[in-house]
């Protein structure tokens, strides 16, 4: 319930003091100056004495700051259903009383959402100079999709004017407990949301309540362990070269698209452009532009590699990823090793549940890059020049990437010690 009133700033004064508007909602005040002014005795009770009439236009202005005021509430519940923070209030209704000009009528947070999007088919990536990526406007109109259902089925409202960190909290639940998203899929559309309301306050100057506290609306990431961590060794790739799949032609080419990103590192988007000028003049090694991070990267040429430019005269074959997904699955479930079970953790909520699976269950073309990754690093490749190839920025970031555990870090650690030391410690 909405409530208003009017009130003077000094009841007890012998001359004339501003007269102020209350307006309680939600158990939440919002205080207006009406730059009008009043004998205290010739007000009583929310109005000017009738028998003053040297007031009497004071209290026209009065009624026509709390019909604006009214009018402007229903109009503010019925867009954007709710009433926004106190402070976003105020400014409003001073920019109705007082002839300002208001910006908030345009304040739509899905029409600005609508234009988001649109501009992103022709902004240009800030670190790059390039076309912003189809997957990330696609992720953006996914996150559209799960706000307009939260929408619907809470019946939480969103708008740039009542953002608060309460959002923020019942966002995060329904996606936890409702939707049973896993938390790098909340942190996506977390992530998302902020970069849609950080873009409408930083570059477009949008209002946004005062109740929206950037750093409580945190990213989620879950990091998943060594031992979670699915990747294919050199033997088990090697016997996945070995696999007869001439009569199965999609077996055989996602097969195939699978082996160059584990003996390259590179991801799907560049191993579909891979041809013969990427080799230097000797065949030791290639050198790609990278599409997603938009860097000249060298590693050099497996022979698997070559064996393949070779099968496909001279250029990797397409593939779409979705299908190269679906079909490496099919093809890794032929070895033996790919059928053992693996447990991995998954949060929901604030619990945490154990699920058993098969290991090519997990495979996708990801799991290429992280093999080459894990791979070098077992062969002892100093932990720089794996990443100078994998496009890795930090150390740390590295680590939680492959699926090396601290047993196989100790059992490296202590062949390097037998051959140091051997003639000191282990004879």
Not at 127 to 148: F, R, V
Not at 235 to 252: G, H, I, Q, R, V
């Amino acid at each position: 319930m909405v409530r208003i009133s009017f009130f003077l700033s000094d009841p007890n004064a012998s001359l004339e003091t501003p007269v102020y508007m209350s307006i309680t909602y939600n158990g939440q005040r919002a205080k207006l100056k009406t730059k009008q002014k009043i004998k205290p005795k010739a007000f009583n009770k929310n109005k000017v004495r009738k028998n003053w009439t040297e007031y009497s236009g004071v209290q026209v202005e009065l009624d026509r700051i709390e019909t604006i005021s009214k009018n402007e509430i229903k109009q503010l519940v019925k867009k954007f259903g709710a009433i926004p923070a106190p402070k976003e209030l105020k400014k409003i209704l001073e920019e109705n009383f007082f002839g300002a000009s208001s910006h908030h009528k345009q304040l739509s947070f899905w029409d600005f959402y609508e234009s988001f999007i649109k501009k992103l088919h022709s902004k240009k990536s800030p670190k790059t100079g390039k076309p912003i990526a189809k997957s990330t406007i696609n992720s953006y109109e996914q996150t559209k999709k799960t706000l307009q259902k939260f929408e619907e089925d809470t019946g939480v409202v969103l708008s740039f004017l009542t953002l608060s960190n309460l959002t923020y909290d019942s966002l995060l639940n329904y996606m936890e407990t409702t939707l049973n998203f896993v938390p790098n899929t909340v942190g996506k559309h977390i992530k998302n949301l902020k970069s849609v309301i950080n873009s409408a306050r930083d570059e477009y100057a949008i209002p946004i309540s005062n109740t929206y506290r950037d750093k409580y609306w945190q990213v989620q990431k879950q990091i998943r362990k060594a031992e979670e961590i699915v990747f294919l060794n050199e033997t088990e790739l090697n016997n996945l070269a070995e696999l007869d799949f001439s009569d199965k032609p999609k077996l055989d080419k996602a097969r195939d698209i699978f082996l160059v990103g584990a003996w390259t590192g590179l991801r799907i988007s560049d191993i579909v452009r891979l041809n013969e000028s990427h080799l230097s003049e000797d065949s030791s090694y290639f050198t790609i532009h990278t599409k997603k991070t938009d860097k000249t990267i060298t590693v050099p040429a497996h022979p698997i590699l070559k064996e393949l430019l070779k099968k496909y005269q001279g250029a990797i074959p397409r593939m779409a990823e979705p299908l190269v997904n679906s079909n490496i699955k099919i093809v890794c479930k032929k070895l033996e090793t790919m059928n053992k079970s693996i447990t991995q953790r998954y949060i929901q909520g604030n619990t945490e549940e154990e699920k058993i699976c098969k290991r090519y269950e997990k495979v996708t073309t990801h799991t290429a890059r992280r093999s080459f990754a894990s791979n070098m690093f077992k062969k002892e490749l100093p932990v720089q020049y794996i990443m100078a190839m994998t496009g890795h920025k930090k150390e740390e970031d590295f680590y939680r990437y492959i699926g090396v555990t601290h047993q196989d870090i100790l059992k490296i650690v202590i062949e390097k010690f037998k051959s140091w030391y051997s003639n000191k410690i282990y004879e």
